[in-house]
């Protein structure tokens, strides 16, 4: 009797076990159906990917850029993707597509056999200097084509041309010497030249230097008839200190590990710099500098100008001076600009008179208090 029981057990686990095996037999079936419905097998995904949604072009770059979609393989069947353009750029003005986007969507048609999407944004050339966006989103999908869930935007910055440029002279003041000690003796001349040793065996700031092929010279010196008197206690010249006690903690230098320093001129002191040799046909002579003011009393007749000098004469770039309230120093001529004291700021500047010549800086100042640091100059031609 009990063995019939256990074997009668036995027969009933048996019939369960079967009974869930076909269960999810046709669980399976049925759920295979349902994806192959949702997906079938002649529909590819498409979609942007993230590691290429992002480039930076500039405007005169006239072959434009192929926006990259990624299709999981070749189509058995042809198929469309639609891109909305959202833009602060204007289309038909600062760029234009292929295929037409001017509708503000764009259709791309893959055809049968292809595993490729051919769309371009061509940037076009403005007289406005500024930099644009333009963003892509793949926002549908037909045919034989599905969207990826995995897609992103498609964002193009167009940078303007006038940033494309070839820097043909530069200097950021590393190879000049720092002094020993963080001074200059400014003699009373007009010349003024490195003081190698001050008679104590201290080096003091070089404020002139002679290219060695590299970074651009420099010479230093007052303006004749506004000579600065003999100074023991200048700060002036190519320095590599950013703490000085008692006078400035900047931080750190634009570039690298020296700058230009510049203080109580007791007078109008000019730097020149090498001449640079501009070719033919240059359309744009860039110029580019940065500048750090520490924050002093600054008055409305500090003077700090940049020129462009050539054999016509000198062409101002650049015009700093003082507002009178607060007395700090702006980037304006009238001292009603922006505020430009403790921190770096970088200044681009155009060129009208496209010819060979020579950056010139001049400074005019009756403090010790009233520090100026230049540093990173680059000269840009196109």
């Not at 995904?45 to 072959?63: G, N, Q």
């Not at 304006?332 to 921190?343: K, S």
Request: one cysteine or more; hydrophobic letters at 40%; glycine letters at 8%.
């Amino acid at each position: 009797m009990d063995t019939i029981k256990i074997a009668k057990s036995k027969y009933d686990h048996l019939g369960l076990l079967v009974a869930v095996l076909l269960f999810l037999v046709v669980f399976i079936s049925c759920d295979n159906d349902d994806v192959n419905e949702v997906f079938p097998k002649n529909q590819f995904f498409a979609a942007i990917p993230l590691s290429a949604s992002t480039v930076e072009i500039f405007e005169d770059e006239s072959d434009g850029v192929f926006v990259p979609v990624s299709i999981g393989n070749t189509l058995t069947e042809s198929g469309t993707l639609t891109f909305e353009i959202s833009s602060g750029a204007v289309y038909g003005q600062d760029y234009t597509t292929v295929p037409d986007g001017s509708s503000g969507s764009i259709e791309v048609s893959v055809s049968t056999g292809q595993n490729t999407v051919s769309l371009q944004i061509i940037p076009l050339k403005t007289e406005a200097v500024d930099t644009k966006t333009v963003t892509l989103n793949l926002t549908e999908a037909s045919g034989g084509l599905l969207l990826g869930t995995e897609t992103v935007p498609y964002t193009l910055t167009i940078a303007d041309q006038t940033l494309n440029l070839e820097t043909i002279a530069y200097t950021s003041f590393e190879e000049p010497l720092a002094g020993t000690i963080n001074n200059y003796a400014a003699q009373d001349g007009v010349e003024q030249i490195n003081v190698l040793d001050d008679g104590e065996g201290n080096r003091l700031n070089a404020v002139d230097y002679v290219s060695v092929g590299g970074e651009m010279g420099f010479d230093m010196s007052y303006i004749p008839g506004e000579e600065g008197g003999e100074d023991d206690g200048l700060f002036f010249g190519v320095t590599n200190v950013v703490n000085e006690p008692d006078e400035w903690n900047i931080g750190f230098f634009k570039d690298s590990a020296q700058a230009y320093v510049t203080s109580d001129a007791d007078g109008l002191a000019e730097i020149v710099f090498d001449e640079v040799t501009i070719p033919a046909g240059v359309e744009f002579l860039k110029i580019r500098l940065s500048t750090y003011f520490v924050d002093a009393s600054w008055e409305t007749s500090d003077e700090f100008d940049v020129f462009w000098r050539t054999a016509d004469g000198d062409e101002l770039l650049l015009s700093f001076r003082s507002n009178e309230v607060d007395e700090l120093m702006t980037d304006a001529p009238d001292g009603t600009g922006n505020i430009i004291i403790d921190d770096w700021f970088t200044f681009d500047a155009f060129v009208s008179n496209i010819k060979t010549g020579s950056l010139v800086i001049q400074i005019g100042t009756n403090s010790g208090s009233e520090l100026a640091f230049i540093d990173a100059i680059e000269i840009g031609i196109k």
